[in-house]
């Protein structure tokens, strides 16, 4: 599956964004979808995943209670809401999907940049 993410910009914080990734493919239910960020001069960390059609949902503590991932197959498309935006959550944001028995995410859109201000 191809990932394309759009969505990011500048916000003030306390502010909301909403991510998008796009995906190609006939079998996009099949694939848990997630997304990451990496932060300037920080290793890339999991933000939260959503499994392909039962829906379970997955967060790092630090998101909990702000951000909401969800996904819409018919529309092969995956959103991540993000509310009470912080300066710590400025990052490149990926999706990445993984086949839902595989071990690691092997397909990975190109980041979209969220800058959150203080």
């Known amino acids: 599956v191809q990932l394309q993410a759009s969505g990011g910009g500048l916000v003030q914080a306390g502010g909301s964004l909403r991510l998008s990734c796009a995906a190609s493919?006939?079998?996009?239910?099949?694939?848990?979808i997630a997304w990451f960020r990496q932060a300037p001069g920080k290793e890339r960390e999991f933000v939260a995943s959503?499994?392909?059609?039962?829906?379970?949902?997955n967060y790092t503590d630090s998101v909990k209670g702000r951000f909401t991932i969800s996904r819409d197959n018919a529309r092969n498309a995956a959103y991540l809401q993000m509310n009470s935006l912080r300066p710590e959550d400025t990052a490149i944001y990926y999706c990445?999907?993984?086949?839902?028995?595989?071990?690691?995410?092997?397909?990975w859109g190109q980041g979209t940049l969220v800058t959150v201000s203080s």
């Open positions: 990445a999907a993984k086949y839902v028995q595989a071990a690691e995410y092997d397909s």
């Open positions: 493919g006939r079998t996009f239910s099949a694939y848990v």
């Open positions: 959503i499994t392909g059609t039962l829906f379970r949902r």
